[in-house]
């Protein structure tokens, strides 16, 4: 009984630390918003938060985009990692798609800007052909 109730008390720390970091996507400080993708980098290659990410996903794409857009160079890196990451999550149904559709253009778009830094054109090129793999309902 006692291991049981001790599991469930972590597992509900584990998504408070997850909240925070998705809160603090939409922080003014690049730093803390990525120390929030660098927390979220590692929840999601730890575990499978795929239940906890599906009643979320529309939410953490938004702050997913807006720190895209806002972000240069290492967050928009981490945004990359932390979209694959979230892909694999989502997995091959319509949720997984629906949130590689959302950011497919702004991937592209980080991509193709040669004033993008190298690191993150690269994670944005990894993470297009990883979800495009994983999530896209479209075979073209």
């Given at each position: 009984?006692?291991?049981?109730?001790g599991e469930?008390?972590?597992?509900?720390?584990?998504?408070?630390?997850?909240?925070?970091?998705?809160?603090?996507?939409?922080?003014?400080?690049?730093?803390?918003?990525?120390?929030?993708?660098q927390g979220?980098?590692?929840?999601?290659?730890?575990?499978?938060?795929?239940?906890?990410?599906?009643?979320?996903?529309?939410?953490?794409?938004?702050?997913?985009?807006?720190?895209?857009?806002?972000?240069?160079?290492?967050?928009?890196?981490?945004?990359?990692?932390?979209?694959?990451?979230?892909?694999?999550?989502?997995?091959?149904?319509?949720?997984?798609?629906?949130?590689?559709?959302?950011?497919?253009?702004?991937?592209?778009?980080?991509?193709?800007?040669?004033?993008a830094s190298?690191?993150?054109?690269?994670?944005?090129?990894?993470?297009?052909?990883?979800?495009?793999?994983?999530?896209?309902?479209?075979?073209?």
């Amino acid at each position: 009984g006692s291991e049981a109730a001790g599991e469930q008390g972590q597992e509900e720390d584990a998504e408070d630390r997850l909240k925070e970091h998705m809160d603090s996507l939409l922080d003014k400080s690049a730093k803390t918003r990525q120390a929030a993708l660098q927390g979220l980098r590692l929840a999601f290659s730890s575990r499978t938060l795929s239940e906890f990410l599906l009643e979320r996903r529309l939410t953490l794409t938004d702050s997913l985009e807006k720190c895209l857009k806002k972000g240069k160079g290492e967050e928009q890196a981490l945004v990359g990692t932390v979209l694959t990451l979230l892909c694999l999550q989502m997995g091959s149904g319509p949720e997984g798609e629906e949130v590689f559709r959302s950011l497919k253009p702004l991937l592209v778009s980080i991509l193709t800007d040669s004033a993008a830094s190298p690191s993150a054109r690269q994670s944005c090129a990894t993470a297009l052909g990883l979800c495009c793999y994983i999530a896209a309902a479209d075979l073209e």
